[in-house]
């Protein structure tokens, strides 16, 4: 069983930048994809960005050039580096894991969550 917390939420001005991060507990986090998702008020949980096992990362068009996800294996923990803020950023970030994930961008396929972070960008 993997159990997943964020950190790094918080309330920032247009432009700036939050780190989030994502720690693992339980299981073979280095075996897993994991993924970043949002959910903002009133919208669907959407993919902001994914990293697999190997290293590989996808990012959601909105958020291509701002947002960097990387992953410490030794630290179990993986992070979004989010600069440029916009307002529309403003929702619930998750961060997710899977073993079998064969599409990343789909939630369906990521198996443990953790409990969100609240990030909020005032213009």
């Known amino acids: 069983q993997v159990q997943l917390v964020e950190s790094g939420g918080g309330l920032v001005q247009a432009g700036g930048s939050l780190r989030l991060s994502c720690a693992a507990s339980?299981?073979?986090?280095?075996?897993?994809?994991m993924g970043w998702f949002r959910q903002a008020p009133g919208k669907q949980r959407e993919v902001v960005a994914t990293i697999t096992s190997g290293g590989s990362t996808n990012y959601a068009d909105s958020v291509k050039g701002r947002f960097t996800i990387s992953r410490d294996n030794a630290k179990n923990t993986v992070y979004l580096q989010m600069n440029s803020l916009k307002p529309e950023d403003t929702a619930v970030y998750y961060c997710?894991?899977?073993?079998?994930?064969?599409?990343?961008?789909?939630?369906?396929?990521?198996?443990?969550w953790g409990q969100g972070t609240q990030v909020t960008v005032s213009s």
């Open positions: 339980g299981g073979i986090f280095s075996s897993n994809a």
């Open positions: 997710a894991a899977g073993k079998n994930v064969r599409f990343v961008g789909r939630g369906s396929e990521y198996d443990y």
